[in-house]
């Protein structure tokens, strides 16, 4: 009688990490260093997903974000989506090499390697986190 309640409980237990793991998405998250946030960004460009990619950008960004928006009558997530979909273009498996540049303790730039040109992506440290400042932009080659 012990063994079969204890062997319920396993059996739920299970079915319910299961139906957890295939819910999830199995996206990077982790904005606690530039290169980490720079695979936090890709992560979020990869799975098209303006509301988390939306979380990464710096306040100063979210500000131009919602400046563009009130100047072209789009809405923000119309935006960010549009960016997403020309940036899912490039082939981001193709990064062979990152380079972080210290500009001051809140400011780096870090410089990423994809198909044989080098661009580059700003991040600001807000609380504690490496948030992207600004949209990128390609770097004339190294």
């Known amino acids: ?3 079969q309640s204890y062997l319920r409980i396993v059996i739920i237990l299970v079915i319910l990490m299961l139906a957890a793991c295939g819910k ?3 996206h ?3 904005l606690s260093t530039p290169s980490n946030a720079l695979k936090t960004v890709f992560s979020a460009i990869q799975e098209d997903d303006p509301e988390r990619f939306r979380k990464i950008l710096s306040a100063q960004t979210l500000h131009m974000l919602e400046t563009e928006s009130q100047r ?3 809405s923000s997530k119309s935006i960010l989506q549009e960016y997403l979909s020309r940036r899912q273009d490039e082939d981001i498996s193709e990064i ?4 972080e540049e210290r500009i001051d303790d809140s400011l780096m730039e870090v410089h990423y390697r994809s198909n ?3 661009k580059k992506i700003r991040f600001l440290k807000e609380n504690n986190e490496w948030k992207m400042d600004g949209f990128g932009q390609p770097m004339k080659p190294a």
């Not at 062979?96 to 380079?99: F, L, P």
């Open 72 to 74: 072209t009558g789009k």
């Open 28 to 30: 990077f998250h982790d």
């Open 116 to 118: 044989s040109s080098w």
């Open 1 to 3: 009688m012990y063994l």
């Open 96 to 99: 062979s090499e990152t380079k």
């Open 24 to 26: 999830s998405k199995t």
